[in-house]
């Protein structure tokens, strides 16, 4: 099944602590969860790991957000859009901006 949202795509907070702010999608997290870089951060506390080299101490990490809280960047109207999908005359599926109808996969 092809998915609204992947992995590379800039992305605009929708919802959140972190509204309004556009991060880049580092990975999936399951099937309608996106972890998105420095947003939706929370603290961890980390015990050291003396075998592998690891320090302990308090981190930092991204945690998953609902695909439904983020919406694509669209850098000509500089805003969040949807997404939608369109079959090209060769046959190939691309998903398209909803507003302006430009495709997003070049």
Do not use: C, W
């Amino acid at each position: 099944m092809a998915t609204k949202i992947r992995k590379g795509d800039d992305v605009i907070i929708l919802a959140g602590k972190d509204k309004g702010k556009r991060g880049t999608v580092l990975r999936m997290a399951g099937e309608d969860r996106v972890v998105v870089e420095n947003i939706n951060l929370a603290r961890k506390h980390v015990k050291p790991n003396p075998n592998v080299g690891e320090q302990g101490g308090i981190v930092d990490k991204e945690m998953p957000l609902h695909v439904s809280n983020v919406a694509l960047y669209n850098p000509a109207t500089e805003k969040g859009d949807r997404v939608g999908f369109k079959t090209l005359d060769d046959g190939r599926k691309v998903r398209i901006f909803k507003s302006s109808g430009e495709v997003v996969d070049v």
